[in-house]
């Protein structure tokens, strides 16, 4: 088998398998099924996943993938130019995410579930990472200030994220991206500014 092959093959395999998981959900899915969805036989879908754990981290990866990029996109679409208003876009975007609003394309039920099969240690790595260069990039133009840790600021602004995708809020209207823009707006990049540029 050539190199293109495989990598066809494998990512046939991938697509079969998010295509059993919409019908037959991720429990009643057997290998068998994403064999058949792939028009592969069994020993060919053990060539590229040792069992079914191991397609569904496979999808699960795929799924992250494709969350962020249409994260990206959605950031660089509606995010404005300041940092403040490009993490607020991606506040907006989580609580979408969460609610799979059907107007927006982004969203998949099954890929959501699948991300949420993943470590919750790697899921806030992924999103911390994927905040970092914006977060980077305002310290350069100096948005935020300059010892600011970046690690340190995007772990707890993922966490905010993760926040507002698992917790309903008893306060605010998660439906309503204009709450979940003031709410982050009001809290958000404050602690990431000098005390002297927060007093002005």
Known sequence: MTQVTTADTRQMII????????DHGLRKTTIVDIARAA????????????DKE???EACAEVASQRFY???????DRDGGSTLEDR??????FVTQARQVV????????????????KNAATLLRECAEFIAPYIS?????????????????????SRMLFSLFTTPSPYFDQRNNDAVADFVRSHVVRGFVDDRIRRR
């Open 15 to 22: 697509m079969a398998a998010f295509a059993c998981f919409r």
């Open 39 to 50: 028009d592969v036989s069994r020993s060919t879908f053990y060539e590229y996943f040792r």
């Open 54 to 56: 191991t397609v569904v």
């Open 69 to 75: 990029r249409n994260m990206a996109k959605a950031i």
């Open 87 to 92: 993490l607020v876009r991606a506040a907006v």
């Open 102 to 117: 059907e107007p927006e394309v982004y969203f998949d039920q099954e890929e959501v579930n699948l991300m949420l099969t």
């Open 137 to 157: 990039a305002a310290r350069v133009t100096g948005e935020v200030r300059s010892d600011l840790d970046i690690t340190s600021a995007t772990e707890w602004f």
